[in-house]
């Protein structure tokens, strides 16, 4: 029997790719030496989604460098690469944070019939915590867990064991919701969650990884999942 649901936050609980469209321009305008001149802002911003989609999972400087070698960002050296990842991480995804119409919705339909709620997402509390606060999440949720505040990181199981602590329920009768095939679906599987993979990037990059017990394209089908799940 499932008794709760955990969400990772990242791809999965907000529009990423709206948000994308509109943190990017300001990181167009800070780089615009680096970005060839014949790329207007539009087509940039198209051109670095559609890299983010295939290589997402593998990291933001794996990003970056297929952005160099499709030649929409002028070469640099690894140590620019850590400032560049630094400027998107702790500057453009603090400007904004674009809702799913149905997120909010769905939280409080799973809270009104007796699911406990958490969020366990990897990155520093400042960044995690503007898009949690942005996106009102916290009143909707039972506990989060920022890997930072913890000192682990998923796809270790010790930010998910701890979740199941706070919120008073063992591993296997909790799901984990997330995108990411090892940090999320293999993480928490090895947690003793039973996982659930969000397919917003259309992407499994992972042959070697098990996919998911269960998939789902959106998080506004769990209700409806659970349902299959605690009828069985």
Known sequence: MIRGVIFDLDHTLFDRYATIKKVMPDFYHHYREKIPKKLSVEEFIDRFISIEKKHIHYGWAKIIKTCVEEGIFSPVADEEITEVV?????????????????TNPMLIKLRQQGYKLGIVTNGGHACQDFKLKMLELYD???????????????????????????????????IYV?????????????????????????????????????????????????????NK
Request: glycine share 6%.
């Open 140 to 174: 909707l949720v039972d506990e989060v867990v920022i890997s930072e505040d913890v000192g682990a990181h998923k796809p270790d199981p010790q930010p998910f064991l701890i979740m199941s602590e706070k919120i008073g329920i063992p591993p296997h009768e909790l």
């Open 178 to 230: 997330g995108d990411h095939p090892v940090n999320d679906v293999d993480g928490s599987r090895r947690a003793g969650y039973i996982p659930v993979w969000v397919k917003t990037t259309g992407y499994w990059c992972f042959d070697l990884v098990p996919r998911a017990d269960y998939e789902i394209e959106t998080v506004e089908e769990i209700p409806d999942l659970l349902n299959k799940i605690n």
């Open 86 to 102: 630094g400027y998107i991480i702790n500057h453009c995804w603090t400007i904004a944070a674009v809702k799913y119409p149905f």
